[in-house]
């Protein structure tokens, strides 16, 4: 299934996009090394994906699954990603978020909670 997003916002959410994958967080970066090129269970992972007037940091398509990495900004708008994250789920979408640190100092039982989403699918 596809979500389009308008012509009007994705020419803003585009360049948003690419500076986002070019400029990523540690986090981000260590987490993209763990599941890019299929490595988790055979997987294609995207990052920074649209969806609307979202970006997502790491979208699977197979799984219908988007991963979220949250650093401190995350905590001064909790209500801006309860109301993301009820919208990706009202499209289908199951949402997983890490905060930074545990990308960072637990990365596998970050990688083993995303194996047991994408085994559900």
């Known amino acids: 299934m596809n979500w389009p997003t308008s012509r009007h ?8 996009g690419r500076r986002l994958r070019t400029e990523p967080t540690k986090a981000e970066k260590v987490l ?8 988790l269970l ?4 995207q990052r920074q994906r649209a969806f609307e007037k979202f970006i997502v940091d790491l ?7 988007v991963i979220e ?9 909790q209500a801006d990603d309860a109301n993301r994250e009820e919208y990706l ?15 960072l100092e637990r990365l596998s039982e970050v990688t083993a909670t995303i194996c047991k989403a994408l085994e559900v699918r």
Do not use: M
Request: glycine share 6%.
């Open 59 to 65: 979208y699977c398509s197979q799984a219908r699954l």
């Open 32 to 39: 993209w090394a763990a599941l890019r090129k299929r490595s």
């Open 69 to 77: 990495v949250d650093g401190p900004i995350h905590d001064q708008q």
């Open 89 to 103: 789920k009202r499209i289908g979408l199951t949402v997983l978020r890490f905060r930074n640190e545990d990308v």
């Open 9 to 16: 916002k994705w020419r803003i959410l585009k360049p948003l």
């Open 42 to 45: 055979g997987f294609r992972f």
